[in-house]
């Protein structure tokens, strides 16, 4: 069993920053991505970015060029620097982690911490 705690959410103007952090902690064998996604309001869960162990990064079209994944695997986290929001950035940020190996895993996901930018 793994935990995921996010934080850092919160309001913040268009062309603001915000980072968000999510901390994996309890029975952990070895992480194969972490990565964060998203789910705006009357949309479906999209995947944000995502970081595999060896720091291999892919992100969403729509946030390339303006936010940055990363990671310390010393404390199991994750990290989401986001620069340049948008009023489309706002959604319930949720933090996951897939656990295992490439072709046995366990997905686990965080509670969520809300994003919102006002314009």
């Known amino acids: 069993q793994v935990q995921l705690v996010e934080s850092g959410g919160g309001l913040v103007q268009a062309g603001g920053s915000l980072s968000l952090s999510c901390a994996a902690s309890?029975?952990?064998?070895?992480?194969?991505?972490m990565g964060w996604y998203r789910q705006g309001s009357g949309k479906q869960r999209e995947l944000v970015a995502v970081?595999?162990?060896?720091?291999?990064?892919n992100y969403a079209d729509s946030v390339k060029g303006r936010f940055t994944i990363s990671r310390d695997n010393a404390k199991n986290t994750v990290y989401l620097q986001m620069k340049g929001l948008k009023p489309e950035d706002t959604a319930v940020y949720y933090c996951?982690?897939?656990?295992?190996?490439?072709?046995?895993?366990?997905?686990?996901w965080g509670p969520g911490t809300q994003v919102t930018v006002s314009s």
């Open positions: 309890g029975f952990i064998s070895r992480i194969v991505t």
């Open positions: 996951n982690t897939r656990v295992g190996s490439l072709l046995r895993w366990t997905d686990y």
């Open positions: 970081i595999t162990s060896g720091s291999t990064t």
